[in-house]
Structures are given as structure tokens and as C-alpha cells.
């Protein structure tokens, strides 16, 4: 027992000496136990002078500076949306995708959430069901968003359903925005995810002139389906997100894209 301790007792001063090296350091020690690090002018650190605090901006004025990049800074978008109108959407997604439009083309909804659109902005909307329905262009002008919004609003679902035909068609239309390479486009489908087209309607037209047009899915309805949609996500670098859970979450994420 006596050689027990004497052999602990021998490495304390060797423990305490390992210890207390970081003291020299500054690190993680007692107050009061260790010397203050020398002032560098290198990295402008000096412990002896006084911490002046920096108070934040006024919530309103954070807002306003938010807004001012939405609207003034960020990069113009190009961006379709391609609503599907057919028989599978009647009822409950046929309301979630007329609601998401009242959201994305009323802009004091939208500048809340900040995915406001600015008036550099270029919208395309193109309905379909087993076709397209109609095409419809403006900018991100708030009296352009009310035209497009009235004329969402009188849509009405029934017939069949290919999306793909749709998003090939918006390729087509933003070909002379995406030569002039001004704006940063997208592709939204806004569906149940049951397309009875096939996929290489638009892979063939993505990959002839489309590389540079992610698309994304938003899915509506009771019983969505997102299998061909995510592949859709996969070919072109988008994503797919759920319409019922949180709209302004899938959109701020497709504008963060663009």
C-alpha cells in the first residue's frame, strides 16, 4: 500500500505541471489564473481596451434591406409554372393549386415570406392537362401578376394528364430569354405527379436546348405521387417539395436557386 502511494505521490507534480501549462496559453482556465494575452496590432486584439457593442438595425430596417435584394440586387428570374388542370385534380387539389396561385401573384402575401417577384422578373404560365391549355407571359409588375392571376382563377380541372409535354413546351417559350442569358430560369410543375406522357417528351428537348433549366415539382392533392417528378428532379438538378405542407418554404427554395 506504501509503494501504492508513493508511486502516485511521485506523479503528482509531474500531473500538475501538465496542467497548468495552459496557462500560458489563455485557454480554458480559471479567471483570474492566467496572465491576458499581449496586445497584437496584427489582428487588432489588445484585452486591456474597453469592448464597444454594435447595436443591430432595427428589425423594419433588416426587412426593408431584405426586400431591397428581392426586388433591386438578386439576379432577374425566368421561371414557368405549369399547372396541372386535369381530371385527377378535381376537389381538394384543384383548390391547394388555385390557393398557391393567389399566394405566388399577390405580392403583399409574397413580400412577407420575401419570394416576391421583381419587375425584372419573367413569369410563364402554362395550365395543361393532357395539353397544354394556354400560355401567358408578364413580369414581376404587380398589376402583370393580378392579369395572370385572373386568368389562373377561371381554370377549371378535368381531362387527362402530361406534364412532360408541358414542361418541353416551357422550354420552348423561355428559349429567347435563356439565349439572351439575362435571367436564371426554372421549370415548377405544380401537380399530383401522375403523368400518362413519358419522360422523353422533355428529356429529349432538355437535353437539345435545356441543360441550364432546373425543374421542380410542388405536389397537390390527397393521393400525390412524386415517382416522376423526382426523376425529373434528378435529370435536370431540382427538387421536389410537398404544396400542402408549406408553399412559401417550396418556393423560397426554388428561389434560392434562382
Known amino acids: ?6 508511486l502516485k505521490s511521485d506523479h503528482v507534480p509531474h500531473a500538475r505541471d501538465e496542467a497548468l501549462k495552459p496557462l500560458a496559453t489563455g485557454r480554458r482556465v480559471e479567471l483570474g489564473r492566467v496572465a491576458l494575452i499581449k496586445a497584437d496590432a496584427n489582428t487588432n486584439v ?3 481596451r474597453p469592448l464597444t457593442v454594435v447595436r443591430p438595425p432595427e ?4 426587412q426593408k434591406a431584405l ?3 428581392q426586388e433591386a440586387l438578386r439576379r432577374p428570374s425566368l421561371t414557368a409554372l405549369c399547372l396541372d388542370l386535369s381530371g385527377s385534380m378535381q376537389g381538394h387539389g384543384e ?3 388555385l390557393d398557391a396561385m393567389r399566394f405566388l401573384l399577390t405580392p403583399a402575401r409574397t413580400r412577407e415570406v420575401l419570394v ?3 419587375k425584372q422578373d419573367q413569369i410563364l404560365v402554362l395550365p395543361f392537362s393532357d395539353h397544354v391549355l394556354w400560355t401567358a407571359a408578364a413580369s414581376g409588375d404587380d398589376s402583370q401578376q393580378a392579369g395572370l392571376l385572373s386568368r389562373a382563377l377561371e381554370l377549371h380541372a378535368g381531362g387527362g394528364t402530361d406534364f412532360y409535354t408541358c414542361g418541353a413546351q416551357a422550354l420552348a417559350a423561355m428559349k429567347p430569354a ?3 442569358g439575362q435571367h436564371l430560369p426554372a421549370i415548377v410543375i405544380m401537380t399530383d405527379g401522375k403523368s400518362q406522357g413519358t419522360m422523353s417528351t422533355f428529356e429529349s428537348a432538355w437535353r437539345a436546348d435545356g441543360r441550364r433549366v432546373p425543374v421542380f415539382g410542388v405536389t397537390f392533392g390527397d393521393d400525390a405521387d412524386r415517382s416522376q417528378l423526382d426523376n425529373l428532379a434528378r435529370l435536370t438538378g431540382g427538387r421536389v417539395f410537398d404544396g400542402t405542407k408549406s408553399l412559401a418554404e417550396a418556393f423560397r427554395a426554388v428561389r434560392g436557386y434562382n
Open 46 to 48: 489588445d484585452p486591456s
Open 95 to 97: 383548390q391547394q393549386l
Open 59 to 62: 428589425p423594419a430596417v433588416i
Open 1 to 6: 500500500m506504501s509503494r501504492l502511494y508513493r
Open 178 to 180: 435563356l439565349d439572351a
Open 67 to 69: 426586400a431591397l435584394y
Open 116 to 118: 416576391q417577384w421583381s
